[in-house]
């Protein structure tokens, strides 16, 4: 029996969960608009005629099966992160060869994974203290069945803190075996949850929350701002 095999599966259904982006990644057209997503490829074979670069900001979106992809008002919230993968931009339950649409259950543990990660980028790119890039909160409702790892954590490397080695490969048999995706308890944010979706469709309703500044001190996220209140609250 494989380790996919060993974890259970468990309903999910969260309202108002957290996702934190990068405020640079603008919506993209196609999936904002009200189309059918079976027509997506006429409606881009026939707009590259006159945009070239139209696939840049699109992406694969052969990589979301038909079915299974959303379309309307900030779906690319939704659609982004499988229509745009690289092998340069692992997860912990990807190698970076497919899509995964990571959700904090809460506004806290979206926050402190998404500075845990920030933290990373500005260390390996030597960045000076101050603050830094924005993000956006995007508040979104999850209805899946999802395989629990945490049911596995304790035993197995599928929560270690830096390595994904072991997590990845898990990701790559459950996506094979048919899986919608993964719970998991947040290893950046003590009793949070954290779900990695396999599929657009797990996630609806989609808004945008809060625009967010992350102060670096050097060596990690100390503060972050409200921006629309301009209130700043201390990480600890």
């Not at 845990?116 to 980028?121: C, G």
């Not at 629990?148 to 270690?160: F, M, R, S, Y």
Request: proline share 7%; hydrophobic share 40%.
């Amino acid at each position: 029996m494989s380790e996919a095999d060993r974890i259970p599966v468990v309903s999910v259904i969260w309202r108002r969960a957290a996702r934190i982006v990068r405020s640079l990644y603008p919506p993209i057209d196609l999936f904002e608009e009200i189309a059918d997503p079976a027509d997506w490829p006429l409606l881009i074979a026939a707009e590259m005629k006159t945009n070239p670069r139209l696939m840049d900001s699109i992406g694969n979106i052969a990589l979301v099966p038909p079915a299974r992809r959303v379309a309307g008002p900030h779906a690319s919230y939704l659609m982004a992160p499988f229509t745009h993968v690289s092998m340069d931009r692992p997860s912990r339950f990807s190698d970076g060869g497919f899509g995964v649409l990571y959700v904090g259950k809460t506004f806290e543990t979206a926050l402190f994974e998404t500075m845990h990660h920030h933290a990373r980028f500005m260390t390996a790119t030597g960045q000076a203290p101050g603050w830094t890039s924005q993000f956006r909160e995007i508040v979104l409702d999850v209805h899946a069945n999802l395989h629990d790892a945490g049911a596995i954590g304790a035993t197995t490397p599928v929560l270690a803190a830096d390595d994904y080695a072991f997590s990845q490969t898990l990701g790559s048999e459950l996506l094979a075996l048919g899986s919608d995706g993964v719970v998991y308890p947040s290893v950046r944010h003590a009793g949070g949850t954290c779900a990695g979706l396999f599929y657009p469709d797990l996630a609806s309703a989609p808004t945008q929350g809060r625009h967010l500044d992350y102060h670096w001190d050097g060596a990690r996220v100390d503060l972050y701002r409200d921006a629309g209140s301009r209130q700043v609250y201390r990480v600890v």
